[in-house]
């Protein structure tokens, strides 16, 4: 698919504000992927098809995970809803024609993180919890440490606030993201050093 196309079939499968979110991140992925010297093309096609599977029921995440043997986890099995970053990048392989394992790794990680994250991997973390249309306390401190080059002060930023929304709902919090928060903790302290 032509990245026309791509928008074009979002535009078909996402609510208005899902939409117009994907688009945003796509957005600010460029552009953070031009201020970071990452590839700007890759940084977009992750960043509008990170949550090409938001939109699905908890029920049909996991149907779906179960007919193209994802492994569900017992934290994703009780929080369904974690599943839409793999079955998205699932999604963009097969129906999309994503074939850039990065690409598909940074959709896949996008919601927990991982323990081992790459640029975009961060990027699109970063522009998904920072894009424009966003606006919660803290969220222009991210965009601000992102794009004066400061990509994991403002990575730990956004996980510190995704993980205490997560905390405040007294919902697990996923092994993935622990892993994701103590790797950047410990690449921010050896930096300081």
């Known amino acids: 698919m032509t990245k026309n ?16 979110h994907s688009l945003a991140t796509g957005d600010m992925a460029k552009q953070l992927a031009k201020v970071l010297n990452s590839d700007e093309e890759k940084a977009y096609l ?10 699905m029921p908890k029920k049909e995440l996991l149907i779906y995970a179960h007919n193209h043997k994802i492994m569900i986890d017992s934290i994703t099995l009780i929080q369904p809803s974690l599943l839409h970053g793999v079955v998205g990048a699932n999604i963009a392989k097969l129906e999309f024609g994503i074939d850039d394992p990065e690409i598909l790794h940074a959709i896949e990680t ?3 993180g991982s323990k081992e994250m790459s640029l975009l991997d961060k990027i699109i973390y970063v522009s998904d919890s920072a894009e424009p249309n966003r606006d919660y306390e803290g969220v222009d401190l991210i965009r601000n440490l992102a794009f004066n080059g400061e990509l994991d002060k403002a990575l730990l930023e956004a996980m510190n606030i ?13 092994l993935e993201s622990i ?15």
């Open 110 to 112: 996008h919601s927990t």
């Open 162 to 174: 995704k993980l205490a929304y997560v905390l405040s709902k007294r919902i697990m919090i996923h």
């Open 179 to 193: 892993e994701a928060w103590n790797n950047i903790v410990g690449a921010l302290f050896i930096k300081k050093g």
């Open 46 to 55: 992750a960043g509008i098809l990170h949550d090409c599977a938001k939109n």
């Open 5 to 20: 196309e791509i928008i074009d079939e979002l535009k078909q499968r996402l609510s208005k504000k899902l939409y117009t």
